[in-house]
Nanobody
């Protein structure tokens, strides 16, 4: 059974940083494109970033230059380093495959506020 467990969120001031982690119980994890998504209150879930098995990354325009996705295939973990955070980054952040599968974790709340 697939399990995705996100962690690392919290309350941070504008301009601050957070590092999110996602532990994935996916067999053959290393072969999947993994991604981060987020859902702000009242909005649809949106794609943020992805990374393939070779380390090639892709970012939404909102994340370019501020967020960095990485992965540790030995530990089935994907990370999202978020810098220069803005209030509009406030959302619940999720990891999943790209394209995503129906199983989602609980997400981790990121709140950017002074």
């Amino acid at each position: 059974q697939v399990q995705l467990a996100e962690s690392g969120g919290g309350l941070v001031q504008p301009g601050g940083s957070l590092r999110l982690s996602c532990a994935a119980s996916l067999s053959s994890f290393r072969f999947y494109i993994m991604g981060w998504y987020r859902q702000a209150p009242g909005k649809e879930r949106e794609f943020i970033a992805s990374i393939n098995t070779y380390g090639t990354t892709n970012y939404a325009d909102s994340a370019k230059g501020r967020f960095t996705i990485s992965r540790d295939n030995a530990n089935n973990t994907v990370y999202l380093q978020m810098n220069s955070l803005k209030p509009e980054d406030t959302a619940v952040y999720y990891c999943n495959r790209v394209p995503y599968i129906s199983t989602w974790g609980r997400g981790t709340q990121v709140t950017v506020s002074a």
